[in-house]
């Protein structure tokens, strides 16, 4: 069974920086893509990005709102995911999902975290 | 504003039918897959139907799904009380070469 749990939210001042991890279990991780995907307090799901596995480039994607501000990385020997967030702002106040992609082709957001909640806020 | 659209909210009576559409355009529903997930209240989303129409396992044949064009829509038949949740289509958008969602439909059992 896999298993995502995400840690490192907060609450954060505007401007700030927060580094969120997702430990992942029951998959082959280093062969996965993975994303986060963000919901507002009260709103719908928000894509943020994606990397894909290093066997297939390790490219990262990101949204508009969050590129050049969020740097998505990953850690294969430790099966973690990482979302660095900089120069926040409150619109980036959020619960952050990591989100498998299916194995198969053409490949789809799978598995869920359970979330963690960033809050920016002075 | 999301680049998928759906209805804020639908409702029905245990054992009815009720259908959730989901609209997009000819760079993303259009050329794309369309899945579809459910969020409980207080609970991450959980995958409901992917590739148009497929079920996990897991998930009862009560849920069907469809594709036409740039709409699609979920079907949720014989109406259970526990259905009650939201619901959100995605796809891949090549326009923006990332993932875009639905605004969420809120579905209420009456």
């Known amino acids: 069974e896999v298993q995502l749990v995400e840690s490192g939210g907060g609450l954060v001042n505007p401007g700030g920086s927060l580094r969120l991890s997702c430990a992942a279990s029951?998959?082959?991780?280093?062969?996965?893509?993975m994303n986060w995907v963000r919901q507002a307090p009260g709103k719908g799901l928000e894509w943020v990005g994606r990397?894909?596995?290093?066997?297939?480039?390790?490219?990262?994607d990101y949204s508009a709102p969050v590129r050049g501000r969020f740097t998505i990385s990953r850690d294969d020997s430790k099966n973690t995911l990482f979302l660095q967030t900089n120069s926040l702002k409150t619109d980036d106040t959020a619960v952050y999902y990591c989100?498998?992609?299916?194995?198969?082709?053409?490949?789809?957001?799978?598995?869920w975290g359970q979330g963690t909640l960033v809050t920016v806020s002075s | 504003q999301s680049v998928l659209t759906q209805p804020p909210s639908v409702s029905g009576t245990p054992g009815q039918r009720v259908i959730i559409s989901c609209s997009g355009s000819?760079?993303?529903?259009?050329?794309?897959?369309v899945y579809w997930y459910h969020q409980l209240p207080g609970t991450a989303p959980k995958l409901l139907l992917y590739?148009?129409?497929q079920r996990p396992s897991g998930v009862p044949d009560r849920f069907s799904g469809s594709k036409s064009g740039t709409s699609a829509s979920l079907a949720i038949d014989g109406l259970r009380s526990e259905d009650e949740a939201d619901y959100y289509c995605?796809?891949?958008?090549?326009?923006?070469?990332?993932?875009?969602f639905g605004g969420g439909t809120k579905l209420t059992v009456l």
């Open positions: 029951g998959l082959s991780f280093s062969y996965a893509w």
């Open positions: 995605a796809t891949w958008d090549t326009s923006l070469s990332g993932w875009v």
């Open positions: 989100v498998t992609n299916s194995n198969s082709s053409p490949r789809y957001l799978d598995q």
């Open positions: 990397i894909k596995s290093q066997s297939e480039g390790g490219t990262v």
């Open positions: 000819s760079s993303n529903i259009g050329v794309r897959n």
């Open positions: 590739r148009n129409d």
